[in-house]
């Protein structure tokens, strides 16, 4: 069993940075791959970006790359996500998965994680 908690989210305006932290708890984390979603109203949860359990690959979703880095600290049991350039269109809920998967395809979808936090609100002004 893996519990995950989301933190760092915010009001930022449109430029403004936000890092999203998900701590987990448990002697497993780096047994996980891991990876953030978000959900905005009305729409559905959507990828965001995963990273491998060690960390030395990751992958992200068209509509973030260049300006989101996602990192895990396996000392710390936590991931994050570095958001920078932030965008109305950013808005949404984040969430943080666990995922017994290893490629990055298959972490690109919902279906692929076992584990996921509360989520944690992320607002963009413009």
């Known amino acids: 069993q893996v519990q995950l908690v989301e933190s760092g989210g915010g009001l930022v305006q449109a430029g403004g940075s936000l890092r999203l932290s998900c701590a987990a708890s448990?002697?497993?984390?780096?047994?996980?791959?891991m990876g953030w979603f978000r959900q905005a109203p009305g729409k559905e949860r959507e990828f965001v970006a995963a990273?491998?359990?060690?960390?030395?690959?990751?992958g992200y979703s068209d509509s973030v790359k260049g300006r989101f880095t996602i990192t895990r600290d396996n000392a710390k049991n936590t991931v994050y996500l570095q958001m920078n350039s932030l965008k109305p269109e950013d808005t949404a809920i984040y969430y943080c998965?666990?995922?017994?998967?290893?490629?990055?395809?298959?972490?690109?979808?919902?279906?692929?994680?076992?584990?996921w936090g509360q989520g944690t609100q992320v607002t963009v002004s413009s």
């Open positions: 998965a666990a995922s017994g998967a290893n490629t990055i395809v298959a972490l690109a979808t919902t279906q692929s994680y076992n584990y």
């Open positions: 990273i491998l359990r060690t960390g030395g690959n990751f």
């Open positions: 448990g002697r497993t984390f780096s047994r996980y791959a």
